[in-house]
């Protein structure tokens, strides 16, 4: 008893660093309703929901603030004994419960709910739940496109996927807009990427690349001809009117239909941007944030982020620091290799604890057996509101607690190294790959 004491004190000491998250400014949230569907369903438990059977149409019904929050109340709850075993439901089940001291969901408990959250939603609640309830020091967060983040609380990384991902010349125009650099060339296209990474270096702490949502993570060493190949393809798509109406005789007015390459056709053009965007990575000094694993939402193909296709790119480029996300899970054991196997690799458990806490356990254990210490990244809230990120927390420390006292138990580890090693898993490893200066 005295050990798993010692062992959870230690645990719940770290000051967390938080490898990964999609949170919005404060600001945002607080000009939001208090209402608990709307802000609890944007993702993860939405997806379980629809999982369960709950079509898209009633799930965007029940998000909906134009009807009552009673009314939607009671379409969810119809739902929710069929997710509430979930790891997805468990993190709201917690957050609500320490936050709100709302004790469970039945068919009445939309209103205090309500009233609990209007009561807390005012300046300093970020902070308050983030740092004082969590013991999050600092987030890393993923914005998608922008730097702009609360940075008292969290510091960002940056996405430059839409430099890889143009099919039409509608794109090729967007992405020009950002740098106000003309695209017309693919010298042009790469002049923008290093124009914006430039002016963003300073800002960010990382890169984050998520095309594994789109298409495979196998990024081909191609060449530079095979990719202006495909910028020229893209370069000569047209822009055609759609007639819808014509007032006066041959005076068509309408919208205006962009038209592109396939998806497909363009990973020549993929690849080889994503290569120079690794390459701007290890010029700034900057990790690489990868997602590999299971993807959010429904429906999507699993077999595109296998962390294994990874391979040849961390062997390429042995000097960037690669923070390879959500353990690959399901293919966390292929990801633990690949770290045992490379030292620029770092297996990171962001989500995991939420996609299943008793899989988060099993992992971290292997893995403290497999792969050095000083690499192994236990916690990334991937949350979009605050609750989830508290939520997520809770269980993080609970498995931690969990694997060491065990591991001690079994005398695979002493006692005296938990301090060390909960300090690593939770806060230190993700503090040096970062190079915060907290």
């Given at each position: 008893m005295t050990e798993r004491l010692d062992i959870k004190n230690a645990v719940d000491s770290v000051k967390?660093?938080?490898?990964?998250?999609h949170l919005m400014k404060e600001s945002d949230r607080l000009k939001m309703q208090a209402d608990p569907l709307l802000v609890f369903l944007p993702h993860y438990l939405s997806s379980d929901l629809?999982?369960?059977?709950?079509?898209?149409?009633d799930l965007n019904k029940i998000r909906s603030v134009d009807t009552p929050l009673e009314d939607r109340w009671q379409s969810f709850i119809s739902y929710w004994k069929k997710v509430e075993n979930t790891g997805y439901?468990?993190?709201?089940?917690?957050?609500?419960?320490?936050?709100?001291?709302?004790?469970?969901?039945?068919?009445?408990?939309?209103?205090?709910?309500?009233?609990?959250?209007g009561k807390r939603l005012r300046p300093g609640f970020h902070k308050w739940v983030l740092k004082t309830k969590s013991g999050i020091e600092i987030s890393i967060n993923d914005s998608l496109f922008t730097t702009d983040v609360d940075r008292d609380l969290q510091v960002p990384v940056m996405r430059f996927d839409?430099?890889?991902?143009?099919?039409?010349?509608?794109?090729?125009?967007?992405?020009?807009?950002?740098?106000r650099i003309p695209i017309h060339s693919m010298d042009d296209l790469l002049e923008a990427l290093e124009t914006e990474f430039a002016g963003t270096a300073k800002q960010i702490v990382g890169v984050k690349i998520g095309l594994a949502y789109q298409r495979t993570l196998d990024f081909e060493k191609v060449k530079y001809a095979e990719a202006e190949e495909v910028f020229n393809a893209i370069y000569r798509t047209r822009t055609f009117a759609r007639k819808e109406v014509m007032p006066y005789p041959g005076r068509p007015i309408g919208t205006y239909t962009p038209q592109g390459i396939a998806f497909d056709q363009a990973k020549p053009l993929q690849d080889y941007v994503v290569h120079r965007i690794i390459q701007l990575a290890e010029r700034y000094g900057l990790p690489v944030q990868i997602h590999t694993g299971i993807?959010?939402?429904?429906?999507?193909?699993?077999?595109?982020?296998?962390?294994?296709?990874?391979?040849?790119?961390?062997?390429?480029?042995?000097?960037?620091?690669?923070?390879?996300f959500h353990a690959g899970y399901p293919y966390f054991r292929e990801l633990a290799?690949?770290?045992?196997?490379?030292?620029?690799?770092?297996?990171?458990l962001c989500w995991v604890h939420i996609?299943?806490?008793?899989?988060?356990?099993?992992?971290?254990?292997?893995?403290?057996?497999l792969i050095p210490s000083n690499k192994i990244l236990a916690f990334g809230g991937d949350y979009r509101f605050v609750e989830g990120v508290y939520g997520h927390a809770v269980l993080a420390r609970g498995n931690v607690v969990s694997v060491l006292e065990e591991k001690v138990s079994r005398r695979e580890i002493d006692l005296k190294q938990v301090p060390y090693l909960a300090s690593r898993l939770l806060r230190e490893n993700a503090r040096d790959l970062y190079s915060l200066n907290i």
């Open positions: 967390i660093v938080d490898t990964h998250e629809v999982s369960s059977g709950m079509t898209l149409d439901a468990q993190a709201i089940k917690i957050a609500v419960n320490d936050l709100y001291e709302i004790d469970g969901f039945d068919s009445d408990a939309w209103k205090p709910l309500k009233e609990a959250m839409n430099y890889a991902l143009p099919l039409s010349r509608d794109d090729l125009s967007e992405l020009s807009a950002r740098t993807q959010e939402g429904n429906e999507n193909i699993l077999t595109n982020s296998n962390p294994t296709l990874l391979t040849d790119l961390v062997r390429h480029y042995k000097r960037v620091k690669f923070d390879v290799v690949l770290a045992k196997n490379f030292p620029n690799v770092y297996p990171d996609v299943s806490p008793a899989a988060a356990r099993a992992i971290l254990s292997e893995w403290l057996d």
